[in-house]
C-alpha cells in the first residue's frame, strides 16, 4: 500500500518569502501526486496533480511542484507567498493500479507573518 | 455551478447514538467520496459510493456505513458513537469513479461526541 509523510508539521514564513513543503512518498511505481490546501473550516481544495510526463506541474494560485522520483518527493514550491496563503496543505498519493483511494499526508500548517 | 454541500455543518451527539451525515454533489458527478478527519489520524478514506453501488471502503468498522441515492446524493450513518468518533466528515464528489478524477470537496460535517 501506499504512504505519504510529510515531515514539516508547521512552517512559518514571512510575507513576500518564498516557500517550499515537502512531502515524500512510497510506493512501487510511479503514484498519482496530489497537493490540497484546507482553510480554517473549510473543505479541500486541490492546488495540483501529477498524473505523468512533465515533472513540474503548475497548479492555482501561483504554486508549484516537482516530481523527484529519485527521491520519491513531490514538494510544494512558490516564489512569493501572500498572507492568503495561510493554511493547511496536504500532499495526497493515489495507486495507478488496483482499486485504492487517495492516501493523504498528516499536513503541513503554514502560517504568515508581516 | 454549485459545489458540494454537506448537511449538517455541526452536530453534537452523546455516545451510544446514531448520526446521520448529509451529501449532496456536484451536479452531474455521479462519484461521492467520504473521508474522515481528526487532528490525531489526519485524513482517513471511509467510503465510496459510484451510481447507488459502494465501489471502496476503508478500513473502518461496521458501524460506519453509507448509500447514495439515484439523485447521487450521499449520506453516512454512524451507529453507537464512540467519543473516538469525534471529527470532521468530508465528502467529495467526482465526475466518475476511479483515480483518473480530480476530488472536489465539501465544507465538511464537524461531530462531537459527548
Known amino acids: 500500500a501506499q504512504s505519504v509523510t510529510q515531515p514539516d508539521i508547521h512552517i512559518t514564513v514571512s510575507e513576500g518569502a518564498s516557500l517550499e513543503l515537502r512531502c515524500n512518498y512510497s510506493?512501487?511505481?510511479?503514484?498519482?501526486l496530489f497537493w490540497y490546501v484546507q482553510s480554517p473550516g473549510q473543505g479541500l481544495q486541490l492546488l495540483l496533480k501529477?498524473?505523468?510526463?512533465?515533472?513540474l506541474v503548475q497548479g492555482i494560485k501561483g504554486f508549484e511542484a516537482e516530481f523527484k522520483r529519485s527521491q520519491s518527493s513531490f514538494n510544494l514550491r512558490k516564489p512569493s507567498v501572500h498572507w492568503s496563503d495561510a493554511a493547511e496543505y496536504f500532499c495526497a498519493v493515489g495507486a495507478t493500479f488496483g482499486n485504492e483511494k487517495l492516501t493523504f499526508g498528516t499536513g503541513t500548517r503554514l502560517t504568515i507573518i508581516p | 455551478k454549485a459545489g458540494v454541500t454537506q448537511t449538517p455543518r455541526y452536530l453534537i451527539k452523546t455516545r451510544g447514538q446514531q448520526v446521520t451525515l448529509s451529501c449532496s454533489p456536484i451536479?452531474?458527478?455521479?462519484?461521492v467520496s467520504w473521508y474522515q478527519q481528526t487532528p490525531g489520524q489526519g485524513l482517513q478514506f471511509l467510503f465510496e459510493?459510484?451510481?447507488?453501488?459502494?465501489?471502496n471502503k476503508g478500513n473502518f468498522p461496521g458501524r460506519f456505513s453509507g448509500r447514495q441515492f439515484s439523485n447521487s446524493r450521499s449520506e453516512m450513518n454512524v451507529s453507537t458513537l464512540e467519543l473516538g468518533d469525534s471529527a470532521l466528515y468530508l465528502c467529495?464528489?467526482?465526475?466518475?469513479?476511479?483515480?483518473?478524477?480530480?476530488?472536489?470537496f465539501g465544507p465538511g460535517t464537524r461531530l462531537t461526541v459527548t
Open positions: 451536479s452531474g458527478h455521479r462519484s
Open positions: 510506493y512501487g511505481a510511479t503514484p498519482y
Open positions: 467529495a464528489s467526482s465526475p466518475s469513479t476511479g483515480r483518473f478524477n480530480e476530488q472536489y
Open positions: 501529477y498524473f505523468s510526463g512533465d515533472t
Open positions: 459510493y459510484f451510481s447507488e453501488t459502494q465501489r
